[in-house]
């Protein structure tokens, strides 16, 4: 299986910051990768698709970058509603598998 | 607007059997696979299986392998996840998802509310 390795685990922002996460994988997954936001007690939303392909009706100050085994999630200006926790998905082959999330906090 | 919705979520005895189902609407359901992914308390999203649009094909994690069986009824809009010989792991909020459009398995566009299931004596 390919593992899905975020960093940091928990990253501490304030209104208006430009924050960024990172997830790496075990091997090349090509671009083959979607982040989602999930916040307590609902079900995760995606937000881009194909490491940099921004899902319709997602605010344009989340943006994503990458391929191979290195991307980034990077929120800018980030609105009191971001504060959640991300996951990175790889979907090289059917075996997807997910990061182990990064909690994004209020400072 | 798609909606996909989770029931059949209950607590069961370790070695016990249950089966999930979500009703899908809002999209063409037969063109489009759909994932089952689970997340168990406090733990990462974790998928679990995967279903063409026909529900020809399916793939499983390994470790629901054998245990689980992911089928829909495609004249009804429905999906199931049948669990067999649960165990105390399987204990998890489990979503049904609708992959992206073209995609045999991969990201996951739109995701029920889940359901709970608990495996315990």
């Known amino acids: 299986d390919i593992q899905m390795t975020q960093s940091p685990s928990t990253l501490s922002a304030s209104v208006g910051d430009r924050v960024t996460i990172t997830c790496r994988a075990s091997?090349?997954?090509?671009?083959?990768l979607a982040w989602y936001q999930q916040k307590p007690g609902r079900a995760p939303k995606l937000l881009i698709y194909k490491a940099s392909s921004l899902e319709n009706g997602v605010p344009s100050r989340f943006s994503g970058s990458g391929s191979g085994t290195e991307f980034t999630l990077s929120i800018s200006g980030l609105q009191p509603d971001d504060f959640a926790t991300y996951y990175c998905?790889?979907?090289?082959?059917?075996?997807?598998?997910f990061g182990q999330g990064t909690k994004l906090e209020i400072k | 607007e798609v909606q996909l919705l989770e029931s059949g979520g209950a607590l069961v005895q370790p070695g016990g059997s249950l089966r999930l189902s979500c009703a899908a609407s809002?999209?063409?359901?037969?063109?489009?696979?759909m994932n089952w992914v689970r997340q168990a308390p406090g733990k990462r999203l974790e998928w679990v299986s995967t279903i063409s649009g026909s529900g020809g094909s399916s793939y499983y994690a390994d470790s629901v392998e054998g245990r689980f069986t992911f089928s829909r009824d495609n004249s009804r809009g429905m999906l199931y996840l049948q669990m067999n010989s649960l165990r105390a792991e399987d204990t998890a909020v489990y979503y049904c998802?609708?992959?992206?459009?073209?995609?045999?398995?991969?990201?996951?566009?739109?995701w029920g509310q889940g359901t709970l299931v608990t495996v315990s004596s």
């Open positions: 091997q090349s997954i090509s671009g083959w």
């Open positions: 809002g999209f063409a359901f037969t063109s489009f696979a």
């Open positions: 998905q790889q979907y090289n082959n059917y075996m997807n598998t």
């Open positions: 998802a609708k992959v992206g459009r073209g995609y045999s398995y991969g990201y996951m566009d739109s």
